[in-house]
């Protein structure tokens, strides 16, 4: 069977990027692989936080992904931080990875120009990354198309280790879905829709209301042609929705926009299927958020299971490197 492995940060609101992009895929794939899915809180270090909001985001993020549909007794699910074996790889990782390498990471570009502090961590970021996906042993990564760099940066890390101490890590892939892999922002669909815009009208968070989600899409920007097609370079707006609507109802983005006509019905439809998406996971993480001991006895048995993972490939690591055993 193969091995799935993915992650999400605690940081901001889950929004729709993240449903659509990656959290839809874990579902499907947990029935198909052998699925280990983790909230990478140590992720959520590299820039600065609010210990109590950190903590309240570990645990809600890890409700949320239940109530999306990820089956803590299907697969695996844990926090990073619960596994200290994720941060003994990393060091290696940090030592296998190029300084140009890391450098040349678009994530770290973006998060660090005009930053007035940029730590350390977020530079390595990448290498703590990698060490998620290799102690899995890990075949796929469902992630969404703005992960595709790291993925590839993992990639190399396991060729370059595996050539330089022998066979040790299984090279992962990126799965990445047909739709819904670049959700972009509505009101700058010029821009990837993110958490960091943290109540901006142009992302959907999957906790929203249907009053909010409505408003949102009313006011998405579109252009002036009055053409429902999808075409993301001339029309970036209007492809956006048909994406979403796409995704949403399961179909492509063209074919999505069969029967629509006016830019107001298309905000409409798209409003109603993201509303319709959206109604049963927000039932299931309220009654999710009112048990929180019981996430956390599910978090602990994640964790549990992670570690058998991560240490046998951790033992193997230390000893093809030449660490003397402990
Ligand atoms: P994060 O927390 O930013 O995002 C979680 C997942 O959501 C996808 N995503 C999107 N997909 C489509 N459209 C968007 N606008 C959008 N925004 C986010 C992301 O591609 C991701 O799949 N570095 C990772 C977390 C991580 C990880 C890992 C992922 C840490 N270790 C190991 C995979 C494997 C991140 O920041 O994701």
Redesign the pocket.
Known sequence: MARV?????PTGSVHL??L???LRNWVVMQDEADAVY?V?DL?ALTVRHDPAELRAATLSLAQLLIASGIDPERCTLFVQGHVPEHTECAWVMECTASFGELRRMTQFKDKSEGADFVSGGLFTYPAL?AS??LLYDTDQ?P?????RQ?IELTRDIATRFNSRYGDTFVVPEAVIPPA?????DLQHPEN????SDDGAQGTILLLDDPSAIHKKFKRAVTDSDGEVRFDPTLKPGVSNLLSILGAAIDRGPEAAADGIERYGDLKEATAEAVIDLLRPLQARYHELAADPAETGRLLALGAEKARTVASATLDRMRSNLGLLPR
């Open positions: 492995f993915s992650g999400i940060k990027g993240n659509l992009g990656a983790c990478v992720h990354q998620d996906i990564v992630v969404g198309e703005d992960q790291h819904g892999a670049r959700i972009m990837k829709m993110s958490k």
